[in-house]
């Protein structure tokens, strides 16, 4: 099992950046594909952006805004978000797994562990 702590959510201004990053513990070898989800209240959890040897994979709405990175030293994912809008206000969920990412299958189908979220607030 793998413990994943997320961090640097915030409230930030429409327009302006914040960089996530995301700690990983525990049996950290098996992590082949790591990911940020996010949710919002009354709605299901969505794919933001993996990772997954060494290609990246985004969503349309984050692709040219987000950028996603590993530091595998550290066992660190990253998420720097730039140009950030008020739909972005989330919960934003780091997730690890040991399945390579596919895009022909549902995004969340490599993830077998979550990290517990950090809020991100952009005011407009």
């Known amino acids: 099992q793998v413990q994943l702590v997320e961090s640097g959510g915030g409230l930030v201004q429409a327009g302006g950046s914040l960089r996530l990053s995301c700690a990983a513990s525990?049996?950290?070898?098996?992590?082949?594909?790591m990911g940020w989800f996010r949710q919002t209240p009354g709605k299901e959890r969505e794919f933001v952006a993996a990772?997954?040897?060494?290609?990246?994979y985004y969503a349309d709405s984050v692709k040219g805004r987000f950028t996603i990175s590993r530091d595998i030293a550290k066992n660190t994912v990253f998420l720097q978000m730039n140009s950030l809008k008020p739909e972005d206000t989330a919960v934003y969920y780091c997730?690890?797994?040991?399945?390579?990412?596919?895009?022909?299958?549902?995004?969340?189908?490599?993830?077998?562990?979550w990290g517990q979220g950090t809020q991100v607030t952009v005011s407009s």
């Open positions: 990772i997954s040897l060494s290609k990246t």
């Open positions: 997730a690890a797994g040991y399945r390579p990412f596919s895009e022909r299958l549902s995004p969340s189908s490599p993830f077998g562990s």
């Open positions: 525990g049996r950290t070898f098996s992590s082949v594909t």
